[in-house]
């Protein structure tokens, strides 16, 4: 189809990276979840963020009380701050009225309370004692302080990401040189890949919500009891039953348009709602096991997919778990780059438009 079996290899590597890393993350959405990783950093930068405020002789804004502004139904945290919210709050424990409006349309004359940190001050030195310029330097203030604690939790993510998807390659038997080889070796199914590569390619991606991405947040209720945690245990097994469930009947189901949009959606870096996270993780293993690809365990010898203890005696079988591992650590490498990184590539192989600096 592209008049090279490397390139058509590495493009259904491409692929198949792609596929793992979006059932990856939908599935390490449920590790968030339970351990309520975006609102414990977001309560840590807030305390970071008023820690870098304060000084001698001053205050800075309440977190409790930011936090509680926002926080949801429930015993639940919030793990997103609207900019809006967060400059209410600080203008309201660092400033003082010093002037009620003549009418009732007239604009309240306010300043920096005598005890405000020294940073607000020379933002309201900086914004000429305006308030609406003051609100747009603490704004941006805000969004560098919070673009850290978002670098911290790409770092947490990524980590996670990879754990996922060892255990989800070593499920699958996803080896990556086992990949390699049956593409290598298979034209049937090295041209599947290529025919699902440049679906993907040109896909559109199902649109989301702009009000989604704070209503997507992890906040599960935190457990206090035996029971409570018992409960959410089992949740988390019932949804890691339903990946198994899934695996085993994804096989028999067609990829539609839908499918394609979905996980279009899901390489393209957009925050998914729960429902999405779970469509797009059906319609990858759908498309997994439409591909041709040997995944899974054989207890025949001889087979590109059999377990090593039946590669033969000896120094074979020795061989045979070595490469495995390594190769079963390579694809947990690759999705751990996430899936926006390999639906780029895999769009740049099969859209050459798509490839270079956008055009003036």
């Known amino acids: 189809m592209f008049g090279s079996v490397s390139l058509e290899v590495l493009i259904g590597l491409v692929t198949f990276f792609f596929l793992l890393s979006t059932i990856s993350s939908a599935t390490s959405e449920l590790w968030f979840a339970f351990w309520k990783t975006r609102a414990r950093l977001l309560e840590q930068a807030l305390m970071h963020l008023s820690d870098k405020l304060k000084g001698a002789g001053t205050k800075a804004f309440d977190v409790d009380a930011l936090l509680e502004s926002v926080k949801p139904s429930g015993d639940r945290k919030p793990s997103y701050i609207p900019p809006k919210v967060f400059m209410a709050q600080v203008i309201s424990d660092t400033f003082n009225i010093i002037a009620q409006p003549t009418n009732v349309n007239g604009p309240t004359t306010v300043a920096p309370d005598a005890q405000a940190p020294d940073v607000i001050k020379c933002m309201w030195k900086a914004a000429d004692q305006n308030l609406e310029e003051f609100k747009i330097l603490l704004e941006e203030w805000f969004n560098v302080g919070m673009s850290d604690a978002g670098e911290i939790f790409k770092r947490k993510a990524h980590w996670v990401l990879g754990a996922v998807g060892l255990a989800i390659a070593v499920a699958l038997n996803g080896d990556a040189f086992m990949v390699a080889r049956a593409l290598m070796v298979e034209p049937a199914t090295r041209a599947k890949l290529l025919t699902l590569s440049q679906q993907l390619g040109t896909a559109t991606p199902t649109p989301v919500k702009a009000a989604q991405p704070a209503a997507a947040a992890p906040t599960a209720t935190p457990p206090t009891t035996l029971p409570e945690l018992a409960g959410e245990i089992a949740a988390m097994r019932n949804e890691l039953s339903t990946l198994a469930d899934l695996t085993r009947k994804s096989s028999s189901g067609a990829l539609t348009a839908a ?63 070595c490469l495995k591992i390594v190769g079963l650590l390579a694809t947990a490498m690759a999705v751990s780059f996430g899936a926006p990184f390999w639906f780029d590539l895999l769009a740049k192989f099969t859209n050459p438009r798509l490839a270079g600096p956008k055009p003036d």
């Open 259 to 321: 499918d394609f949009s979905t996980l279009a959606a899901a390489g393209s870096g957009q925050q998914l709602t729960q429902d999405q996270q779970a469509a797009a993780r059906e319609s990858a293993l759908k498309a997994l096991w439409s591909s041709g690809l040997p995944l899974g365990w054989s207890d025949q010898r001889g087979a590109i997919n059999a377990w090593p203890w039946l590669a033969g005696s000896g120094w074979e079988i020795f061989r045979a778990f």
